[in-house]
């Protein structure tokens, strides 16, 4: 049980080469918005036509631009949850449910309908439409109608981004064990790293219309090796990097040399800190290895903690890249104002090389 | 029908002067705009769906040939008609000589007329609820394994009813009001192809206010009624539809 998808599809301003082995359990596509993600569903689902490639489901090729192979999208068995969930507006929840439980025939539609409702919890709301359902109801309702399909391959996308937050914690709850109990292939597409760290075995990082190399989850929070999963994974401070000698790099942005774990590699571009990897320096730390002098720029007030914006002594710029954001809490950020010169401090093993 | 006529003492009861009234012009006006109804109604939405569907090249092209008609003066386009389907025309003389009937001057001369100048507003309005229709409805469908047939009948056009029927409406009362067009294609006979339009026309001509007025004051309810059907299917289209039972909670 797997899913491989290798395709390519250029949109003149936009191109998409998408290449990924998705094995059973559920598997992330991350991406900023406009990457490519909603694409790769459409086209796996098979509403959109690839230029060229290959997708095969469990060994059935679904499309195969070299032998000429593209089973329209009703023979694909690959189930596509909606970004707004594509309930039929004119059409009771039953109604709905029904429609793809017709299309599988069989005499127990009836009973199969009952057993679905029961299983999504949406028994005494099988007489409302979609518009009277709120964003949970509606998207239980499509899951459910989507489950009635038998579909072998699932497809999310952006399930949980239409809800409102309050919603949203609870509605992922019921997401997780529909999505456990099904078992088969699953991708989820997010711009959301907590979700997709929560939810998700395997990650694929996408940037503009590439998808880079499938991961373990944790693999990719822990040790993001480019820089947009670096981004992606919630890395807020990085800067331009070159070798500067073992395992020793040189941030450009900031002007400082920072000893990071292991040797930098040839293809090093940028060098990453997450903000909470940060921590201010005492005073006799200060000739330490990967402890550098900033001027304070912006202190702001979160809700749990205070977000410290510095930029190095001797960085090239002040604004960009070069401002670094320092999360601590509120009892070590007492007494920083703006302007201040304060000394700060990141471990080498917090220190990520970057590849391009 | 039948000509006018009665003596003094019953012209002064006034059901007997609705009943004296020739019902003829709007009896034909209702059976000439109905047929072109009817007719641009499956044309336009099946056009409409073709253009949806073509090409973003060949669209604007036909976008532009298929509306020419609604900005077109009525009487170039009657002109064009007379010279196609006129007894001397290309397709007029070959239904004459095939068939044996003229195409121009009879009551259903105005259909061809009326068909033509009404069709952009039933395509145009089509075209509009197909465009604002939320296509991943139909991707939605085929992805649960629906068929074609069902995603147009079942989801598409139950979505898009309320600009079908608006389309259909402003049709209608577009048919009853031509005038341009079906005039230089059915002229004025009185009996036989004399519509409201022309009929207003031919009594202001005469001098005739009075039955003047009476046509126009049908004209003025028929053309009310549509308005007042409009902006109901509009303010329906608006309202989110509610469940058949109620007390639902979020």
Redesign the interface.
């Known amino acids: 049980m797997s899913l491989s998808v290798r395709i390519k599809k250029n949109f003149g301003t936009f191109s998409l080469d998408v290449n990924f082995d998705a094995p059973d359990g559920v598997t992330g596509l991350l991406g900023a918005s406009g990457c490519g993600k909603s694409m790769t569903l ?1 086209c796996v ?3 959109v036509t690839p230029d060229e490639g290959r997708i095969v489901s469990d060994g059935r090729v679904l499309f195969d631009s070299a032998e000429g192979i593209n089973l ?9 949850l ?1 970004q ?1 969930y ?1 309930l ?5 929840v039953e109604r709905n449910v029904m ?2 439980l017709s ?2 025939g069989g005499k127990n539609t009836r009973a199969r309908f009952a057993e679905l409702a029961e299983k999504f919890y949406i028994r005494g ?1 099988e ?3 979609p ?4 964003g ?2 509606q998207q239980r309702v499509a899951l459910a ?2 489950m ?2 038998e579909p072998s391959v699932l497809m999310l996308d952006e399930p949980l981004s239409a809800l409102d937050s309050y919603l949203r914690w609870q509605v992922e709850g019921e997401l997780a064990s529909t999505l456990e109990e099904f078992g088969g292939t699953t991708l989820y597409v997010s711009h959301n790293r907590d979700e997709v760290y929560r939810l998700c075995g395997g990650v694929c990082v996408m940037n503009r219309g590439r998808a880079e190399p499938l991961r373990a989850v944790s693999d990719l929070f822990e040790s993001p090796n480019t820089l947009a999963s670096s981004l992606l994974s919630g890395c807020k401070n990085y800067s331009r990097a070159e070798r500067a000698g073992g395992s020793l790099v040189r941030a450009v942005d900031w002007n400082v040399e920072l000893e990071c774990g292991c040797e930098a590699t040839d293809d090093l571009a940028y060098v990453g800190v997450r903000a909470h990897y940060i921590s201010l320096a005492d005073e006799d730390e200060e000739d330490a290895p990967n402890v550098f002098r900033c001027r304070v720029i912006r202190v702001i007030q979160d809700v749990f903690h205070t977000i410290v914006n510095v930029v190095p002594l001797g960085a090239p710029s002040d604004r960009g890249c070069s401002r670094i954001r320092v999360e601590m809490s509120r009892g070590e950020s007492r007494g920083i104002g703006v302007g201040d010169v304060i000394s700060v401090k990141v471990k080498p093993s917090d220190v990520m090389p970057l590849k391009k | 029908m039948g000509a006018r006529r009665g003596g003094p003492p019953a012209l002064y009861a006034p059901r007997a002067r609705l009943a004296l009234m020739d019902w003829f012009p709007l009896f034909n006006s209702l059976r000439v705009a109905g047929i072109s109804t009817a007719i641009t109604f499956f044309a336009g939405i099946f056009i409409a769906h073709c253009v949806t569907f073509a090409p973003r090249s060949v669209k604007g092209a036909l976008d532009c040939a298929l509306t020419l008609p609604m900005v077109l003066p009525p009487t170039v386009v009657g002109f064009f008609l007379l010279k196609t389907i006129g007894p001397f025309g290309p397709i007029g003389s070959v239904v004459l000589e095939a068939f044996g009937f003229k195409m121009t001057m009879t009551w259903y001369s105005a259909i061809f007329a009326t068909t033509i100048v009404t069709f952009p507003l039933m395509y145009r309005t089509v075209r509009g609820a197909y465009e604002a229709f939320d296509e991943t409805l139909v991707y939605s469908g085929q992805t649960l394994g629906l068929s074609d047939a069902f995603i147009f009948w079942r989801v598409k056009m139950p979505n898009c009813k309320q600009g079908i029927l608006a389309g259909t409406v402003l049709a209608f009362a577009r048919a009853l009001g031509e005038y341009g067009a079906t005039t230089m294609v059915t002229g004025y006979i009185p009996g036989r192809t004399a519509t409201i339009s022309t009929t207003v026309y031919q009594l202001w001509r005469e001098g005739n206010d009075a039955s003047a007025y009476k046509w126009v004051g049908v004209n003025l309810v028929i053309s009310f009624a549509v308005l007042v059907s409009v902006n109901m299917l509009e303010s329906s289209y608006k309202r989110p539809r509610r469940s058949a039972a109620a007390g639902v909670d979020g």
């Open positions: 459409k689902a098979g509403v329209p999208p009703r023979r694909r068995r690959v189930g596509l909606f707004n594509a039929f507006p004119n059409m009771t429609s793809a299309v599988r709301l007489n409302h439409y518009a009277n359902l709120s949970g109801q109608r989507i009635a399909s």
